[in-house]
């Protein structure tokens, strides 16, 4: 299994930015799909789920309102855009799969089954 993160950078404050995540070596339909972000120095937090129906959708309260999380089963892809950045978003942010077909808590690092290598956003003030 392998999830390939991409989509971060260096963006000012207010900006945009839409991470993704491709999958493969699962199947990736019966996956719930997770993004968490690793500020420097803090714990590794719960960012935005999307469940394997895909109509389950959960936010973080920091992201909520700023953030859409999307998935496109055909091509095993998990997105989250991001929208009206600020300096404390920065951090690199990991996607990860849980499944097939969990019920697990989805907001739990424990609850997921695969990792990506992360992708850094950079918001800067």
């Known amino acids: 299994v392998q999830l390939q993160a991409s989509g971060g950078g260096l963006v000012q404050a207010g900006g945009s930015l839409r991470l993704s995540c491709a999958a493969s070596?699962?199947?990736?339909?019966?996956?719930?799909m997770g993004w968490f972000r690793q500020a420097p120095g803090k714990e590794r937090e719960f960012v935005a789920a999307?469940?394997?129906?895909?109509?389950?959708?959960y936010y973080a309260d920091s992201v909520k309102g700023r953030s859409t999380i999307s998935r496109d089963n055909a091509k095993n892809t998990v997105y989250l855009q991001m929208n009206s950045l600020k300096p404390e978003d920065t951090a690199v942010y990991y996607c990860?799969?849980?499944?097939?077909?969990?019920?697990?808590?989805?907001?739990?690092?424990?609850?997921?089954?695969?990792w990506g290598q992360g992708t850094e956003v950079t918001v800067s003030s």
């Open positions: 990860a799969a849980d499944g097939p077909y969990s019920t697990s808590q989805y907001d739990r690092m424990g609850s997921y089954d695969y």
């Open positions: 070596g699962l199947a990736f339909s019966s996956y719930a």
């Open positions: 999307i469940g394997w129906i895909g109509g389950s959708i």
